[in-house]
């Protein structure tokens, strides 16, 4: 028993020296420390970082660097620790710095290690400013701010929010996200009205006063991006002034979000106050070696710091698991120099004793190059996941969206993935959604992300002033020394329609555009213009939605159902121009169209006939005459030719069709004309005002006259009017008498006036097109959507019809034609090609058939190979002038006695052996005794 006791024993003493004859054989590499260690964040990294070193050399015996800690307090002051790390790098000869805790401290100490060529490596500053591209010799082992601003555009965009105010601190690492997120909301169309800036060392009383002027407007959507113990301040302050109620979304960042419950002094009463928020958060993959280590860094933790682990809520975060990975890193990459580089390292270094600080005998590392470059390198997989520097950066794909709650603390609702945004849960990324959500005051109802002011403003709505055209609208009871007036018009109950429709009250006064004394202050462009320039909260008026406008301000849907910009004209009576009205049916092509084909169905009808039939033989002039007469006397079925041959009779057919549809249609045309349309347009095309240098009239402010430049027509052409009346009378005097050809206007107005004078004038067009009337309001304005909503309600059901009755149908009831548009009678070509083309085709087809059965008949002449080409056209020309005696017609003829047919066909067969030529018609000799036509 003794021997196995002393054995034990023995063994157990070898065992200890190994360490020992192994640390003898290792090289020291000296690292800074620098953190606020009178924080608990800071004592909770700096536990992280020595349990991470023991941690990687108790696993990794063999290696023969070891690294040790330089620990420096930085108290929370950026001077403090730029001094510490410059003492770090000068006299202690450090060849890294681990921190510094925040980013302002950063953005100094980052410049040291440049200089020096020492690497800075920070798990706490996560500021965007803060470009590890830009400084070769720092390493970012924290997520950057400037990842999450895609999230939080994913939860905006999600909701429909249009506006969104940040909260951050006036310091580098509050400003250096605002950049990016406003440009992420900026890719979704939604604002930024308002920047609220925190001093980092704010008072109560500093954060009540902004609160309460972020409470007095109407955005309700906040993001907030600072420090933990200052954004702590700010929900508590929150809470008691009433922000945390229902309607109030707010948002916190991950660097928030990750340090929630790690604070020993908030995490009592921490949730209670921020019940309802939106956090994002880093995530951190579950693993066993995370809950190893969490295990076993809370015991430390409590060891070294006499906490009691029962009462005591401190946790770990994710910055806890960046440092803890971070030193790892480093640890490794030293290694992978070797000693020998380190330690010829420490002999070129130039140090001045005495503590001095003086940056003119700073040195410059000799490891300092390939130890950033084997950084650079480094990868593992490690206890926040996968280890990796991106350009000096550490980076992450996803996001954990979680939400507060008041007794249960963080619930997790989603997941956002780089490149599949919002997700349910990691294992199905297809359900492209968060989870259920208990917004601020219980609500579980998504807020609307607006609200009206707390000071009850009421809402500064611009109208129109007029002398006339009032049926939209009219100022009246206008108080000049308030400059509010009343209005009446059809734009303005539809507006009181759509504010009964909305879910909330609005409160709103009227306000006209004029100057000081009572006229009008502009055009319609102008008064729009105001509600960019925030003189007006909105502009409710016949204001038309346009490309321009909609630069400045946004538009409601349009709440007239007509649209578009139309002529209004005199109109003519159609006999005055009587003489001619026969020629009015048909346009001029389907004239010529028609003659054309007349003197082809004869030429067709000649071709075919004309061997077989007496009645298209005999002088050429008399064929000629024949052959039109018969072709224009199927026009009024009075032809008394007769049509032998069966292809002129198909070609007849489907001619004598054609003929039908034409004089059907021209006598309804023509009928239409005389009996129905008895007023015409004076101008049909705008371009014949143009080209004339005739004026047209527009109504005064309207952007008409910007349409009307724009199409080419000169100022001095352009003529104004304010009325109806004004209208009436310069379309009365014309252009030769100094009033207008026609007046250029958008149809909503027109309707009204050609009610009035429908007997006189008339519409063309729309000849330019708008998308209608529609109530202004600023860019961005929560309104438009729910006042939109509203239009559709209105004009959907009964009201938009008894609000159209009340002001429009009892005018339109004085004219029995109350919307007379013009449209044109004539027939032309286009409505009868297709006619055409089938009578073209039929008869060219005939032709076709005719010519190979008169060329086959005939082919000895053609293959003789005797007779010159010349000569074969000639010969087949005069075969065709012949009669065809083989046709039943003179078959017919010849069986008959004695009727003198005998005499000519002998006459004409003998010619034709004695000169192998046909006799010309002209010529031959016809005389026939005894015929039926000599008696």
């Not at 440009?183 to 109560?204: C, K, M, N």
């Not at 009463?269 to 994002?280: K, P, T, Y």
């Not at 209005?487 to 879910?503: E, N």
């Not at 058939?849 to 060329?855: G, N, R, S, V």
Request: proline share 4%.
């Amino acid at each position: 028993m003794m021997r196995f006791l002393l054995l034990v024993i023995v063994t157990w003493i070898l065992m200890m020296m190994i360490p020992c004859m192994a640390q003898n054989d290792t090289t020291s590499v000296k690292v800074g420390v620098v953190l606020d260690m009178e924080t608990q964040m800071g004592k909770i990294w700096l536990s992280c970082i020595e349990l991470g070193l023991s941690d990687f050399y108790n696993s990794h015996p063999h290696f023969k660097t070891r690294l040790i800690l330089n620990i420096r307090d930085s108290k929370e002051d950026v001077v403090t620790a730029a001094s510490q790390a410059l003492d770090l790098i000068k006299n202690v000869q450090v060849k890294a710095i681990l921190g510094p805790h925040s980013s302002s401290q950063a953005k100094f100490i980052i410049d040291l290690g440049q200089k020096a060529q020492v690497p800075i490596i920070s798990f706490s500053a996560t500021s965007p400013s803060l470009i590890p591209s830009q400084n070769s010799y720092f390493f970012q082992t924290a997520i950057s701010d400037s990842s999450q601003v895609k999230a939080i555009n994913s939860i905006v965009k999600l909701f429909g929010w249009r506006k969104v105010v940040p909260i951050y601190t006036a310091n580098e690492y509050g400003e250096g996200i605002i950049p990016y997120l406003v440009d992420a909301l900026g890719e979704i169309d939604v604002r930024v009205p308002y920047r609220s800036v925190i001093p980092p060392l704010a008072t109560d009383d500093q954060i009540k006063f902004e609160l309460y002027k972020l409470n007095a407007m109407q955005t309700r959507v906040f993001v907030v991006h600072m420090s933990y113990d200052l954004g702590l301040k700010l929900f508590s302050i929150a809470k008691k002034i009433g922000m945390l109620e229902r309607g109030y979304v707010w948002i916190i960042t991950q660097d928030f979000t990750n340090l929630l419950g790690s604070s020993l002094e908030y995490s009592s009463n921490i949730f209670s106050s921020m019940e309802g928020v939106l956090g994002i958060k880093t995530f951190v993959p579950q693993s066993k070696e995370l809950d190893n280590l969490k295990i076993r860094w809370k015991a430390k933790f409590y060891k070294d710091n006499n906490l009691n682990n029962f009462f005591d809520a401190t946790k770990l975060n994710v910055m806890g698991y960046w440092a803890y990975d971070s030193v790892r890193a480093l640890a490794l990459a030293v290694e992978k120099i070797g000693s020998s580089i380190v330690n010829n390292d420490a002999k070129l270094n130039n140090v001045t004793n005495g503590g001095s600080t003086d940056l003119d005998s700073f040195g410059v590392s000799k490891i300092g190059p390939k130890l950033l470059e084997t950084l650079s390198g480094t990868r593992f997989e490690g206890i926040a996941g996968n280890f990796s520097l991106d350009n000096g950066q550490l980076e992450t794909l996803t996001f954990q969206i979680v939400n507060i709650v008041n007794g249960g603390g963080e619930r997790e609702i989603g997941f956002w993935i780089q490149k599949l945004g919002l997700v349910r849960t990691l294992l199905n990324s297809s359900e492209s959604n968060l989870g259920p959500i208990i917004w601020p005051g219980e609500s579980t109802l998504p807020p609307k992300g607006w609200d009206f002011a707390t000071n009850g403003k009421r809402l500064r709505i611009g109208i129109p002033v007029k002398s006339g055209f009032n049926e939209f609208v009219k100022v009246v009871n206008y108080d000049s020394s308030t400059n509010i007036s009343d209005a009446t018009g059809f734009t303005i109950d539809v507006f009181k329609a759509v504010v009964k429709v909305l879910p909330y009250a609005l409160l709103y006064d009227f306000f006209p555009y004029v100057k000081d004394d009572g006229e009008s202050a502009g055009t319609y462009d102008d008064l729009v213009y105001q509600v960019y320039l925030g003189k007006y909260d909105a502009v409710v008026a016949d204001s038309t939605i346009r490309a321009n406008r909609s630069k400045y301000v946004d538009f409601t849907l349009p709440y007239t159902m007509e649209s578009g910009v139309a002529m209004v004209v005199p109109m003519e009576d159609n006999k005055r121009k009587s003489a001619w009205i026969f020629i009015k049916p048909l346009t001029w092509d389907l004239w010529i169209a028609i003659l054309c084909f007349f003197l082809f169905i004869g030429f067709v009808v000649w071709v075919l006939e004309h061997r077989i039939n007496e009645d298209f033989r005999g002088p050429p002039s008399h064929q000629i005459g024949t052959s039109f007469w018969f072709s224009f006397s199927t026009m009024v079925f009075a032809h008394k030719e007769r049509v032998i041959s069966n292809l002129a009779r198909f070609v007849l057919i489907i001619w004598v069709f054609v003929i039908f549809i034409l004089t059907q249609s021209y006598t309804a045309s023509l009928t239409s004309l005389l009996t129905v349309q008895q007023l015409q347009p004076t101008i049909s095309d705008i371009n014949q005002l143009l080209k004339s240098g005739q004026r047209v009239g527009y109504l005064g402010n309207s952007f008409v006259y910007g349409l009307l430049r724009q199409t080419g027509f000169p100022a001095s052409q352009i003529v104004a009017f304010d009325s109806a009346e004004e209208c009436d009378q310069f379309l009365t005097m014309g252009n030769a008498k100094g009033g207008v050809a026609a007046v250029v206007e958008e149809t909503p107005n027109m309707k009204p006036f050609l009610a009035q004078y429908c007997n006189k004038y008339t519409m063309i067009g729309p000849i330019f097109k708008t998308d209608g009337f529609g109530f202004v309001f600023p860019k961005g304005s929560p309104l438009v959507g729910d006042v939109s909503s509203a239009i559709l309600n209105v004009t959907e059901g009964d009201e938009m019809n008894k609000i159209e009755r009340k002001w429009f149908k009892n005018e339109q009831n004085t004219c029995s034609n109350s919307d007379p548009k013009t449209s044109s009678n004539n027939l032309s070509l286009s409505n009868f090609w297709g006619l055409f083309l089938i009578a073209g085709v039929s008869s060219l087809f005939a032709l076709i058939i005719f010519a190979i059965m008169f060329l086959h008949k005939h082919k000895e002449v053609l293959l003789d190979s005797n007779v010159s080409l010349g000569k074969k056209i000639k010969v087949i020309f005069e075969n065709f002038d012949q009669k065809d005696l083989s046709s039943h017609t003179f078959r017919k003829n010849n069986d008959q006695p004695n009727d003198g047919y005998d005499t000519d066909v002998v006459e004409i067969i003998t010619s034709t052996n004695n000169t192998n030529c046909p006799p010309s018609p002209s010529t031959t000799n016809y005389t026939i005794p005894n015929s039926p036509a000599s008696m």
